[in-house]
């Protein structure tokens, strides 16, 4: 059973970075595409994602250029670097596994087979 692990959230002023990490235990996560959500108020938005290679990436308009997504498949990690940050970033980021094998990196929450229990960001103006 794959369990994802998110930490490294907190607050921190505008302007401000953070880093968040995800740890994969109990599947290949080598094969997996990974990506970043976070949830306001009754949806979730997809953040950021990154094939399993880590050739492919993709961002959502709105953190692109400020976040940058990584992953270290020795330490079965994947990680959200977060500058610039604004209090419109602020909410509870979750990470997620998608176990197709593929370079695709999809948006949709559907897509996505495994989820961590989320860690909450706050930015304060």
């Known amino acids: 059973q794959v369990q994802l692990v998110e930490s490294g959230g907190g607050l921190v002023q505008a302007g401000g ?9 109990g599947g290949t ?14 949806k979730d938005w997809f953040v950021a994602g990154i094939d399993w290679s880590g050739g492919t990436t993709s961002y959502a308009s709105s953190v692109k250029g400020r976040f940058t997504i990584s992953r ?3 330490k079965n990690t994947v990680y959200l670097q977060m500058n610039s940050l604004e209090p419109e970033d602020t909410a509870v980021y979750y990470c ?7 370079h695709a990196v999809l948006m949709d929450v559907s897509e996505y087979d495994y989820w ?9 103006s």
């Not at 970075?17 to 235990?25: E, G, H, I, T, Y």
């Not at 080598?30 to 009754?42: K, L, V």
């Not at 997620?96 to 593929?102: E, K, L, S």
């Open 29 to 42: 996560f080598r094969r997996y595409t990974m990506g970043w959500f976070r949830r306001t108020p009754g």
């Open 96 to 102: 997620a596994a998608d176990r197709r094998y593929t």
């Open 116 to 124: 961590g229990q989320g860690t909450q960001v706050t930015v304060s």
């Open 17 to 25: 970075s953070l880093r968040l990490s995800c740890a994969a235990s």
């Open 72 to 74: 270290d498949d020795a």
